[in-house]
C-alpha cells in the first residue's frame, strides 16, 4: 500500500528540479526532526520511528505533496500534529488547517476506505486500509494547483 501510495505521488506531480527538493527535503526535516531515508531527484522517504513514515514528492512546476503513514489500528494525535508541521513546510498553509482536515478526512476514510478534504488550497487526502502487517492510516496533503 506504501508504495500505492509513493506511486500515486510521484505520478501525480511529475518530475522537479533538484534544487526545490532539496529546499523542500531540509523544510521537511527542519520541521519534522524526520530522518532522510531514500532519496532522488523528485521524491524522498523520512523516518520517525517504527511506526511513522513520510514521503515527499516534489513537484518542481507541478503540485507537490507530502504524505504520513502511520501502522496501527488509530493514529495517535501526534501523527496529525507531524502531518500538519510536514505539509506546512511544503505548502505553506498553516499546520492546524492540515491537521484539522487530516482529522475530517481520516474519519470519514475510516467508513469509506479513502476520503478527501479541500482546506486552505490544498487538498488532504487519507486511506485507511488492512495491509500485510496490519491496520494503515496513509494521509498526504497535496498542492491543489501548478505553480508554473
Do not use: W
Amino acid at each position: 500500500m506504501r508504495a500505492l501510495l509513493a506511486l500515486l505521488l510521484v505520478t501525480a506531480c511529475g518530475p522537479a528540479l533538484a534544487d526545490d527538493c532539496g529546499d523542500l527535503i531540509g523544510r521537511v526535516t527542519a520541521e519534522t526532526r524526520a530522518e532522510v531515508g531514500n532519496r532522488s531527484l523528485d521524491y524522498a522517504t523520512f523516518t520517525l520511528g517504527a511506526d511513522t513514515t513520510l514521503t515527499l514528492a516534489c513537484g518542481g512546476s507541478h503540485p507537490s505533496s507530502v504524505g504520513a503513514q502511520f501502522r496501527g489500528e488509530t493514529p495517535p494525535d501526534s501523527y496529525y500534529a507531524l502531518f500538519g508541521r510536514a505539509g506546512q513546510a511544503v505548502t505553506g498553509v498553516a499546520a492546524g488547517v492540515i491537521e484539522a482536515a487530516a482529522h475530517r478526512a481520516r474519519d470519514a476514510a475510516s467508513r469509506l476506505r479513502h476520503s478527501n478534504v479541500d482546506a486552505g488550497g490544498v487538498r488532504v487526502t487519507c486511506s485507511v486500509s488492512q495491509a500485510e502487517k496490519g491496520p494503515l492510516t496513509l494521509c498526504a496533503v497535496i498542492e491543489s494547483a501548478d505553480r508554473s
